[in-house]
């Protein structure tokens, strides 16, 4: 049973920062790429940030430049550094995960956390 715990989600007000980690327990190998999702209320989950083996890393466009994203690959734990917040940044974060399957085909990213909560408010 693969497990993604999420934690570091607050109340932080505008301009501040806050660091999410997701770990990933169970009896997993071959993880390919960690990520973060969000999802505000009333909106479609938000892609926000992916670090893939090799140390490449993608953001979404609204947070460039303000979120970093870090791996420990030693103990399977992903960091989602989130600087100068927004009230718009207000939202779910969900982990994800790629897993490169143990037969040839897809990289499946059906994994996810159950998400924690940060809220960009004064």
């Known amino acids: 049973q693969v497990q993604l715990v999420e934690s570091g989600g607050s109340l932080v007000q505008p301009g501040g920062s806050l660091r999410l980690s997701c770990e990933v327990g169970?009896?997993?190998?071959?993880?390919?790429?960690m990520g973060w999702y969000r999802q505000a209320p009333g909106k479609e989950r938000e892609f926000v940030a992916r670090a893939t083996l090799g140390g490449y890393t993608t953001f979404g466009d609204s947070v460039k430049g303000r979120f970093t994203i870090s791996r420990d690959y030693g103990r399977n734990v992903c960091y989602l550094q989130l600087n100068n917040l927004k009230p718009e940044d207000t939202a779910v974060y969900y982990c994800?995960?790629?897993?490169?399957?143990?037969?040839?085909?897809?990289?499946?990213?059906?994994?996810w956390g159950q998400g924690t909560q940060v809220t960009v408010s004064s």
């Open positions: 169970g009896n997993i190998s071959n993880i390919y790429a």
């Open positions: 994800n995960i790629g897993v490169v399957p143990i037969e040839s085909g897809p990289i499946d990213y059906d994994y």
